[in-house]
């Protein structure tokens, strides 16, 4: 069985930062892409980046220059580091892995964590 297990996540005032990291451990083989998303109260949740295996990312527009996302094969962690944070990052963020597969054979499957709780607030 596969879980990702997050970390990092507090409250923080406007302008400071945090640093999620997300940690995958079980039987794995492989993982296509990492990601973090995010849902606020009241709201869908939403994708705020990701990195596939070779290290492409994609940012939504509202993060980009301040969050940063990156990943270490070997551990099968993926971290966050939030800067700038401001009050509408406040939000529960999920780590997800996709396309991961458990042994080479296997068909892909996504997983998710069990969400850390941030909030921006003065």
């Known amino acids: 069985q596969v879980q990702l297990v997050e970390s990092g996540g507090g409250l923080v005032q406007p302008g400071g930062s945090l640093r999620l990291s997300c940690a995958a451990s079980?039987?794995?083989?492989?993982?296509?892409?990492m990601g973090w998303y995010r849902q606020a109260p009241g709201k869908q949740r939403e994708l705020v980046a990701g990195?596939?295996?070779?290290?492409?990312?994609r940012y939504t527009d509202s993060v980009k220059g301040r969050f940063t996302i990156s990943r270490d094969n070997a551990k099968n962690t993926v971290y966050l580091q939030m800067n700038n944070l401001k009050p509408e990052d406040t939000a529960v963020y999920y780590c997800?892995?996709?396309?991961?597969?458990?042994?080479?054979?296997?068909?892909?499957?996504?997983?998710w964590g069990q969400g850390t709780q941030v909030t921006v607030s003065s």
């Open positions: 990195i596939s295996s070779v290290g492409t990312t």
């Open positions: 079980g039987r794995i083989f492989s993982i296509n892409t």
């Open positions: 997800n892995a996709d396309g991961l597969k458990s042994s080479w054979w296997d068909s892909d499957h996504a997983y």
